[in-house]
């Protein structure tokens, strides 16, 4: 081997571990933030639990706290970490009532729930219904509404999990049907 063939192999071997040293760096930075973002879902997720073991003992369903629908809170976690940190703070009440104000803004924009909504269009018809129909129905009789195809089937799923409604499989397809409170 020469000096210059063995000059030329250091110089690709320096290149080389600078290259995996930068690459390693990166991949670290990388998973810093990807710790960081895992720890503020883990912080929030626990606020979640918390919240659901303390009210889960109300037997008045209307008691509990309730999340606005059109409150976009995933985006807003990953946007801004400190908006998300600051939720988890306990509510503003207001003076006059005593509410909290989402509570009170809540009570403006109530909707029937999609599970109820689907079990009323349910109720109508004897024979199994796809999850696509249902749907279907639904955009037509609450054009306010707009679930996703998945969001029906889940909910659907929910459902039957529930033992509010049956699932039927005809060959690929998945129907479902209410369970009628006398044929149990």
């Given at each position: 081997?020469?000096?210059?063939?063995?000059?030329?192999?250091?110089?690709?071997?320096?290149?080389?571990?600078?290259?995996?040293?930068?690459?390693?760096?990166?991949?670290?930075?990388?998973?810093?933030?990807?710790?960081?973002?895992?720890?503020?879902?883990?912080?929030l997720?626990?606020?979640?639990?918390?919240?659901?073991?303390?009210?889960?003992?109300?037997a008045?369903?209307?008691?509990?706290?309730?999340?606005?629908?059109?409150?976009?809170?995933?985006?807003?976690?990953?946007?801004?970490?400190?908006?998300?940190?600051?939720?988890?703070?306990?509510?503003?009440?207001?003076?006059?009532?005593?509410?909290?104000?989402?509570?009170?803004?809540?009570?403006?924009?109530?909707q029937?729930?999609?599970?109820?909504?689907?079990?009323?269009?349910?109720?109508?018809?004897?024979?199994?219904?796809?999850?696509?129909?249902?749907?279907?129905?639904?955009?037509?009789?609450?054009?306010?509404?707009?679930?996703?195809?998945?969001?029906?089937?889940?909910?659907?799923?929910?459902?039957?999990?529930?033992?509010?409604?049956?699932?039927?499989?005809?060959q690929?397809?998945?129907?479902?049907?209410?369970?009628?409170?006398?044929?149990?």
């Open positions: 081997m020469t000096s210059q063939s063995a000059a030329t192999l250091r110089t690709r071997y320096v290149a080389q571990a600078a290259s995996d040293l930068e690459e390693n760096r990166r991949r670290q930075q990388e998973l810093a933030e990807r710790i960081t973002v895992l720890k503020q879902e883990e912080a997720l626990a606020d979640i639990l918390n919240l659901a073991e303390r009210y889960e003992n109300f008045d369903a209307s008691r509990l706290p309730e999340q606005l629908q059109d409150e976009p809170v995933a985006a807003e976690a990953e946007q801004a970490p400190a908006k998300a940190a600051s939720r988890r703070t306990a509510p503003v009440k207001t003076a006059a009532s005593g509410k909290t104000a989402k509570a009170g803004a809540k009570e403006k924009s109530r029937p729930l999609l599970g109820d909504l689907l079990v009323d269009l349910l109720a109508k018809y004897d024979e199994p219904r796809l999850a696509k129909e249902l749907r279907d129905e639904l955009l037509g009789k609450h054009p306010d509404r707009n679930p996703t195809p998945q969001v029906v089937r889940n909910t659907l799923e929910s459902l039957v999990a529930k033992g509010r409604i049956r699932r039927h499989k005809q690929r397809s998945v129907m479902y049907t209410l369970v009628k409170p006398d044929s149990d």
